[in-house]
């Protein structure tokens, strides 16, 4: 059974760093593309970022590329969001996801899995 664990989101003002964590098990890790989503108050679930399945790709949405970092760490089964320099608009709550593949993913439909999500409030 797959399981997909986020962890790590707490309130951090503005300008501050944050480093996500998810945590996977039940299936094969470095043999799929991990990706991070997050849906803000009011909004639709949006794209962040994906890795691909050996960790050597990555893609990041345009509102978050250059503040943030996605790795894993596949002998860990591990995946992480290290975000810097935090904005009010960040504030969602951010999931974990496995894709259908080991290529990086930007679409909810490449994704097969979820996990329940992390929140991660921003206070000004």
């Known amino acids: 059974q797959v399981q997909l664990a986020e962890s790590g989101g707490e309130s951090v003002q503005a300008g501050g760093s944050l480093r996500l964590s998810c945590a996977a098990s039940g299936f094969t890790f470095s043999s799929v593309a991990m990706g991070w989503f997050r849906r803000a108050p009011g909004k639709e679930r949006e794209f962040v970022a994906t890795i691909s399945g050996s960790g050597r790709a990555w893609r990041y949405a345009a509102s978050v590329k250059d503040r943030v970092i996605v790795s894993r760490d596949n002998a860990k089964n591990a995946m992480y969001l290290q975000m810097n320099s935090l904005k009010p608009e960040d504030t969602a709550v951010y999931y974990c996801?496995?894709?259908?593949?080991?290529?990086?993913?930007?679409?909810?439909?490449?994704?097969?899995?979820w996990g329940q999500g992390t929140q991660v409030p921003l206070s000004s």
């Open positions: 996801d496995s894709a259908l593949g080991p290529v990086t993913a930007t679409m909810p439909p490449e994704y097969s899995h």
